[in-house]
């Protein structure tokens, strides 16, 4: 079955970046049309998507994040890392990655359990 | 950039049917994803492109898409589907709605 971790560290200082680590099993990320995004939820705020990588390296950044972020994977090790730069207070969230399958405006249909990031001096 | 409106709440009497809209410019255009969330799980997709259910998902969710607005439809209502619900749909890229808290009274 499909299964998503996210792992990285739970505290962070402004101004620092952020590396977080998604490792996964029950699929292979050098299936055509597979992609695995990430996905962050303030404390009591609602969704907001990141990035998306597919299988074919192709990748995907929200508008308003992309300055700041890098989506990167390792389909030999089953990992897909996500990097955002210059972190700051607001950026306090629990960090999710999720599988799709497809083109076209697939959903996301397996999510990891999440980890929660703190940025605090 | 895309956006999407959800109600902040949505209260519906046990056994009783729920309905929580999602609007948007000519939503009805677009493939739409609904996601349960329980408090501190990760969001569970429980309908993808309008109104169908993945495996394991009752027949109670279902789901309609048209115009500006998506309807995410739970019959039913029972106390396990209190949650926050979200809608997501692909334009340039990915949006959240902004999420519904469904109580069941």
């Known amino acids: 079955q499909i299964t998503l971790k996210e792992s990285g560290p739970t505290l962070v200082k402004p101004t620092q970046t952020l590396t977080l680590t998604c490792t996964f099993s029950?699929?292979?990320?050098?299936?055509?049309?597979?992609?695995v995004g990430w996905i962050r939820q303030p404390p009591g705020k609602a969704l907001e998507w990141l990035a998306l990588i597919y299988w074919d390296d192709d990748k995907r950044y929200s508008p308003s994040l992309k300055s700041r972020l890098t989506i990167t994977k390792d389909t030999s090790k089953n990992q897909v890392v996500l990097t955002m730069t210059n972190m700051d207070p607001v950026d306090t969230a629990t960090y999710y990655c999720?599988?799709?399958?497809?083109?076209?405006?697939?959903?996301?249909?397996?999510w990891g359990q999440g980890t929660l990031v703190t940025v605090s001096s | 950039s895309y956006e999407l409106t959800q109600p902040l709440s949505v209260s519906v009497a046990l056994g009783q049917t729920a309905r929580i809209t999602c609007g948007g410019n000519?939503?009805?255009?677009?493939?739409v994803h609904w996601y349960q969330q329980k408090p501190g799980q990760a969001p569970v997709l429980v309908i993808y492109?309008?109104?169908n259910r993945p495996s394991g998902i009752p027949e109670r969710f279902s789901g309609s898409n048209s115009g500006n607005t998506a309807t995410l439809t739970i019959s039913r209502a029972q106390a396990g589907d209190e949650a926050d619900y979200y809608c997501?749909?692909?334009?340039?890229?990915?949006?959240f709605g902004g999420g519904t808290k469904l109580t069941v009274l």
């Open positions: 997501q749909v692909w334009d340039s890229s990915s949006v």
């Open positions: 999720a599988h799709s399958d497809g083109y076209g405006g697939v959903p996301f249909d397996y």
């Open positions: 029950g699929f292979s990320l050098s299936t055509s049309g597979v992609g």
């Open positions: 000519n939503i009805g255009s677009k493939n």
């Open positions: 492109r309008d109104s």
